[in-house]
């Protein structure tokens, strides 16, 4: 059975940096997309990054140019390296991952999840 455990959530001041992990358990498949993904209270869940088998990246346009997404195989462990935090990105942030060739964007591309550390930036 598949298991995400994400850790790494925190309390930090507009402009800090946070970096969020996913250990990944109970798959052995050469082929996968892994995702980040956060929901802020009173709205959807949205996609943040994602990661392919092949290492092609994907970034939300809010995102871009301050998290990177990134993969340890060795280890079974995504992170995601957040710098010049937003208070608008306070959320609770999520791990998925599915086992495709081509990563999908939305949540409903993702058939598992982890339980969610909550992110908060303070202005």
């Known amino acids: 059975q598949v298991q995400l455990v994400e850790s790494g959530g925190g309390s930090v001041q507009s402009g800090g940096s946070l970096r969020l992990s996913c250990a990944i358990f109970g798959y052995s498949f050469s082929t996968y997309c892994m995702g980040w993904f956060r929901q802020a209270p009173g709205k959807e869940r949205e996609a943040v990054a994602t990661?392919?088998?092949?290492?092609?990246?994907r970034y939300a346009d809010s995102v871009k140019g301050r998290f990177t997404i990134s993969q340890d195989n060795a280890k079974n462990t995504l992170f995601l390296q957040m710098n010049s935090l937003r208070p608008e990105g306070t959320a609770m942030y999520y791990c998925?991952?599915?086992?495709?060739?081509?990563?999908?964007w939305g949540p409903g591309a993702f058939n598992y999840w982890g339980q969610g550390t909550q992110v908060n930036v303070s202005s």
């Open positions: 998925a991952a599915d086992f495709v060739r081509f990563c999908g």
């Open positions: 990661i392919d088998s092949d290492g092609t990246t």
